[in-house]
């Protein structure tokens, strides 16, 4: 196992009513800014819950976040809060709005020029606005992380970044916030926790068993609850296993002193960058595809996830790695996420060639040459990658 030095400093408030509490969590004194998306949180009543709340608190409120948020939005909450003298953020949301409020938090005291570079330069931040959240769809854990991803939709540009002074003090967990999700964000929910999972385990076989079977717990309540939140949207032990999971997935935990692979997400980022595929559907694409091309040097841990995972016993190595991709690809599939970019529209016959090559150009133009455990998804094998996923 790899050294390592873990600290996941955000308090998780999970559970029926928990909203209520955020009013022991923020300072009484704060100017707080509520930031949410297109409206979700109006229609499914957790605003006024947030309200409900927050009486006696100060409070201002900046909507519109889109998802996948955009720098240019994020800019406007960026000006309001200076004005306001805000020194407390509350996002309430899903991926989208924590990201762009994390992007906020850091923005609002940023003393360079441009608070772009933090994400085009990793220009280093000194300070940010503390934040706390109140999470509606459980998929990107960003609710209790440092990550965050934004875009720039002039330049198309998606860009990440890390930094433990966005890591929110608080994030409410309730399940009952999450019984309006659509079915097509719940399942894209449920794969990109899934991907998550597979993008700190599925690498070399370390002998890491705690990551390993936490890892692989995760992905099999994933698989048996996932389609229960479709069939029965409104089951509260079904939503509370999945959110409690997508947590888990991306908290920093299962990643810790073993390798990681995020070829996934990074080539995902560039096909929302370019095409507008929603996150969880551009991961569905790149997994199965990413894991055969890649079958030579993760052969053995494909071969682990097949048999804990799948019950997968019989058979060659090969064909057990061929089993387990199917396995993955149908349960996507399942979950109602097509795993082919022809399945939306995107390289269509005659296409292929340049889709692909614009795809390796912005991986390329990001700095994006080096990704898997190896550093060794060059282009060249992104391309392969991406032709696979055709
Ligand atoms: O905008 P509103 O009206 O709120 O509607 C949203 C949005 O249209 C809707 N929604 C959210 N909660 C709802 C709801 N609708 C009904 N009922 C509810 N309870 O769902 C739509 C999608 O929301 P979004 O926040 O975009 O989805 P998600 O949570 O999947 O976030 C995706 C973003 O997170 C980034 C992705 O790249 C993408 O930009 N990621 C962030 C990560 C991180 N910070 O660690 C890691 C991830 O890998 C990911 O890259
Ligand atoms: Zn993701």
């Known amino acids: ?19 209520a509490e955020i009013a022991n969590q923020i300072p009484a004194d704060a100017k707080i800014l509520i930031t949410y998306g297109g409206g979700s949180i109006k229609r499914n009543g957790t605003l006024d819950q947030v309200h409900a709340a927050l009486e006696g608190f100060t409070y201002h409120e ?3 976040i889109e998802p996948n948020p955009t720098y240019g939005t994020l800019m406007k909450a960026v000006e ?72 720039r939709r002039e330049t198309n540009d998606k860009l990440a970044f890390m930094n433990p002074l966005v890591f929110p003090t608080f994030a ?45 717990g995760l992905l099999l309540t994933l698989i048996e609850e996932g389609p229960k939140v479709l ?49 969880g559907q551009t991961l569905a694409v790149v997994l199965p595809s990413l894991m055969n091309v890649m079958r030579g040097q993760k052969g053995a841990k494909i071969v682990q996830y097949a048999e804990r995972v799948w019950n997968i016993r019989e058979g060659s190595e090969d064909e057990r790695i061929d089993q387990a991709i199917a396995k993955t690809r149908e349960f996507f599939e399942q979950m109602g996420i097509p795993t082919r970019l022809t399945d939306y529209g995107v390289a269509k016959d005659g296409e292929h060639t340049s889709v692909v090559s614009a795809l390796v150009e912005q991986l390329k133009r990001h700095g994006m040459v080096q990704l898997g455990e190896e550093g060794n998804i060059t282009p060249e094998v992104s391309t392969r990658i991406l032709a696979e996923a055709v």
């Not at 998550?196 to 068993?209: D, G, I, R, S, W």
């Open 172 to 216: 409410v967990l309730d399940p009952e916030t999450t019984f309006s999700l659509p079915a097509n964000q719940t399942a894209n929910g449920v794969v990109d926790a899934f991907v998550h999972v597979m993008e700190q385990y599925l690498t070399k076989c370390e002998n890491a068993p705690v990551q390993d079977r936490y890892a692989e």
């Open 1 to 19: 196992m790899n050294n390592f030095n873990y600290q996941n400093p955000t308090r998780i408030l999970f559970g029926k009513g928990q909203i």
């Open 62 to 64: 900046f909507g519109g």
């Open 80 to 151: 309001l809060a200076r004005a306001e003298g805000i020194d407390y953020l509350l996002a309430v949301g899903g991926g989208s709005v924590i990201d762009g409020t994390k992007f906020i938090a850091a923005a609002i005291p940023f003393k360079g020029e441009d608070p772009w570079t933090i994400l085009s330069e990793r220009a280093p931040i000194e300070s940010a606005v503390p934040l706390g959240n109140v999470l509606t769809l459980p998929a990107t854990g960003s609710e209790s992380n440092s990550g965050a991803v934004i875009t």
């Open 231 to 279: 069939a029965t949207p409104d089951s509260y032990e079904a939503r509370a296993n999945v959110m409690w999971a997508a947590n888990q997935a991306l908290n920093g935990l299962i990643g810790q002193g073993v390798s990681q692979d995020w070829a996934t997400h990074m080539i995902g980022h560039e096909i929302t960058a370019l095409h507008g595929l929603d996150h």
